[in-house]
């Protein structure tokens, strides 16, 4: 019994040491768990850029719901243009070179741009293709000297918020090179804002929501033919995605909850005394693989 007595401190010591033990692995494998479920902070990434497509819609529409296309699409013959060899590669190299002259302007004149011209670029982004041909795109215009310094007065405050604070050394590092900063002239002195705003759903004609598939990346093509298109009138611009200025512009600009704005274009000619950085692109063999 003595013996019993003595030795009961040291079974308790070892068992609040295995305790001791089990708890701590337990802890560590929540810790693990944890960090693996847990997203790495990146406050620079806008909630308006984020794809919203892998996004399920409430359950009022029902998967087999139609979507406002007729049941039966008529089809039609179709005849595309047709060119000798010699012929498509005179007008794929004379395409290339006028694109190879595209860059990034941000210095822009007030000098007038024919309306129709505009209007014309636009319709050619619409004719990018999307997703079960939902065209989930609106291309807001903006001409109006007071509306546009409205959105440089936002775009300008969250942009010197980002550049202080949510992008990051590294990423403000890199733009130094550029000479780019918060502060965007362009947005007053260019004759046209072009706002593309993307629609993450639609609606039917009873009123509930109407799938939009591949909306971002539908959009996205529609950008690219737009800068085409653009460069095609001698016309210039600047790839602008003003950081959190998207529901503040939303707003301003009377867009419905459905659109996120994707990008933002001043468009124009440019200054006299414009300047762009001296920059390369890459080679070919850098950009493509032949299989």
Same mark, same amino acid.
């Given at each position: 019994?003595?013996?019993?007595?003595?030795?009961?401190?040291?079974?308790?010591?070892?068992?609040?040491?295995?305790?001791?033990? *089990?708890?701590?692995?337990?802890?560590?494998?929540?810790?693990?768990?944890?960090?693996?479920?847990?997203?790495?902070?990146?406050?620079?990434?806008?909630?308006?850029?984020?794809?919203?497509?892998?996004?399920?819609?409430?359950?009022?529409?029902?998967? &087999?719901?139609? +979507?406002?296309?007729? %049941?039966?699409?008529?089809?039609?013959?179709?005849?595309? &243009?047709?060119?000798?060899?010699? !012929?498509?590669? /005179? @007008?794929?190299?004379?395409?290339?070179?006028?694109?190879?002259? @595209?860059?990034?302007?941000?210095?822009?004149?007030?000098?007038?741009?024919?309306?129709?011209?505009?209007?014309?670029?636009?319709?050619?982004?619409?004719?990018? $293709?999307?997703?079960?041909?939902? !065209? $989930?795109?609106?291309?807001?215009?903006? +001409?109006? $000297?007071?509306?546009?310094?409205?959105?440089?007065?936002?775009? &300008?405050?969250? &942009?010197?918020?980002?550049?202080?604070?949510?992008?990051?050394?590294? =990423?403000?590092?890199?733009?130094?090179?550029?000479?780019?900063? =918060? *502060?965007? %002239?362009?947005?007053?002195?260019?004759?046209?804002?072009? #706002?593309?705003?993307? +629609?993450?759903?639609? @609606?039917?004609?009873?009123?509930? /929501? /109407?799938?939009?598939?591949?909306?971002?990346?539908?959009?996205?093509?529609?950008?690219?033919?737009?800068?085409?298109?653009? +460069?095609?009138?001698?016309?210039?611009?600047?790839?602008?995605?003003?950081?959190?200025?998207?529901?503040? #512009?939303?707003?301003?600009?009377?867009?419905?909850?459905?659109?996120?704005?994707?990008?933002?274009? $001043?468009?124009?000619?440019?200054? @006299?005394?414009?300047?762009?950085?001296?920059?390369?692109? /890459?080679?070919?063999?850098?950009?493509?693989?032949?299989?």
């Amino acid at each position: 019994m003595a013996l019993f007595s003595s030795l009961t401190p040291v079974f308790i010591a070892i068992i609040c040491v295995l305790l001791g033990v *089990i708890m701590k692995k337990t802890n560590g494998e929540k810790e693990k768990r944890d960090t693996k479920t847990k997203h790495p902070s990146r406050p620079w990434v806008d909630e308006d850029l984020k794809d919203g497509t892998d996004h399920p819609l409430e359950e009022e529409e029902g998967e &087999e719901e139609w +979507q406002g296309l007729e %049941e039966n699409v008529a089809h039609v013959p179709f005849t595309g &243009e047709r060119y000798s060899e010699a !012929e498509m590669i /005179k @007008r794929s190299q004379t395409f290339y070179e006028l694109l190879n002259k @595209r860059r990034s302007v941000r210095f822009l004149s007030d000098e007038p741009v024919p309306r129709e011209v505009i209007d014309n670029v636009i319709r050619t982004a619409g004719t990018s $293709p999307s997703g079960a041909h939902t !065209e $989930p795109w609106t291309f807001v215009v903006v +001409q109006d $000297p007071n509306l546009k310094h409205k959105i440089r007065e936002i775009v &300008e405050e969250e &942009e010197e918020i980002n550049y202080k604070k949510r992008m990051g050394d590294r =990423w403000v590092n890199d733009l130094k090179r550029l000479r780019t900063n =918060w *502060i965007k %002239e362009y947005l007053d002195t260019a004759p046209y804002l072009i #706002l593309i705003f993307k +629609q993450v759903y639609g @609606r039917l004609p009873n009123g509930k /929501k /109407k799938t939009h598939y591949y909306n971002e990346i539908s959009v996205s093509i529609a950008c690219g033919i737009l800068l085409a298109a653009l +460069q095609n009138a001698g016309l210039y611009t600047v790839t602008s995605t003003p950081l959190n200025c998207g529901p503040q #512009l939303r707003v301003l600009l009377q867009r419905p909850a459905n659109e996120k704005l994707l990008l933002l274009l $001043p468009v124009g000619y440019p200054k @006299r005394d414009a300047t762009v950085p001296a920059l390369t692109r /890459k080679p070919l063999e850098d950009i493509m693989v032949l299989m």
